[in-house]
């Protein structure tokens, strides 16, 4: 049997009014988990089993409490951008320069932007951050489709004017829109 939590009656109360005030599942499963440990004394195995939650799981919100206090017994949403080097506002405004030279162009060069991206942060970063930038900030990539340089624009028009396309053997193979 593990080591009784000796917390001070503050603490006691704490984890008494996280269970009245628990607003899902999970908040009052891990107020109830510290509850039965320090109330009543139970192990960290048949707490487990009597709240469905893994060994490693009851454990884990054992020492979150004593490290971290409360916080460990609310959802707190966790994820997001965690390894940004700018937030959303920073990007925008680190943008804003070449946004003005795009409009006079036309053309925004992205090679351009890394460059400038680098020296921004510090530190060397693979080209798809800066075009990852870009689609955040709602720029997409706008270029014509290809054509062959020696290509006849009055053959193609002749050839579509006069194709077998408008057949009724292929009808039946093509796509209904």
Same mark, same amino acid.
């Given at each position: /049997?593990?080591?009784?939590?000796?917390?001070?009656?503050?603490?006691?109360?704490? *984890?008494?009014?996280?269970?009245?005030?628990? %607003? @899902?599942?999970?908040?009052?499963? =891990?107020?109830?988990?510290? !509850?039965?440990?320090?109330?009543?004394?139970? $192990?960290? =195995?048949?707490?487990?089993? /009597?709240?469905? +939650? @893994?060994?490693?799981?009851?454990?884990? *919100?054992? @020492?979150?409490?004593?490290?971290?206090?409360?916080? *460990?017994?609310?959802?707190?949403?966790?994820?997001?951008?965690?390894?940004?080097? /700018?937030?959303?506002?920073?990007? %925008?405004?680190? &943008?804003?320069?070449?946004? %003005?030279?795009?409009?006079?162009?036309? +053309?925004?060069?992205?090679?351009? *932007?890394?460059?400038?991206?680098?020296?921004?942060?510090?530190?060397?970063? $693979?080209? @798809?951050?800066?075009?990852?930038?870009?689609?955040?900030?709602? !720029?997409?990539?706008?270029?014509? =489709?290809?054509?062959?340089?020696?290509?006849?624009?009055?053959?193609?028009?002749?050839?579509?004017?006069?194709?077998?396309?408008?057949?009724?053997? &292929?009808?039946? !193979?093509? %796509?209904?829109?």
């Amino acid at each position: /049997m593990g080591r009784k939590i000796e917390l001070s009656a503050r603490r006691r109360d704490e *984890i008494a009014c996280a269970l009245k005030r628990a %607003k @899902s599942k999970e908040e009052y499963q =891990r107020a109830l988990c510290l !509850w039965l440990r320090v109330e009543q004394g139970l $192990p960290a =195995r048949a707490i487990a089993e /009597m709240l469905g +939650i @893994s060994f490693g799981g009851v454990r884990n *919100i054992h @020492s979150g409490y004593l490290k971290l206090g409360e916080r *460990i017994l609310t959802n707190v949403p966790t994820g997001g951008r965690l390894h940004a080097n /700018m937030n959303l506002t920073e990007e %925008k405004a680190f &943008l804003a320069p070449f946004e %003005k030279a795009a409009a006079k162009s036309g +053309i925004l060069v992205v090679s351009d *932007i890394h460059k400038a991206y680098e020296n921004c942060v510090g530190c060397k970063v $693979p080209a @798809s951050t800066v075009y990852r930038l870009l689609a955040r900030q709602g !720029w997409r990539k706008v270029a014509p =489709r290809p054509s062959h340089p020696k290509a006849d624009v009055d053959a193609q028009e002749a050839f579509k004017k006069t194709s077998q396309r408008n057949c009724a053997n &292929l009808k039946r !193979w093509t %796509k209904n829109h």
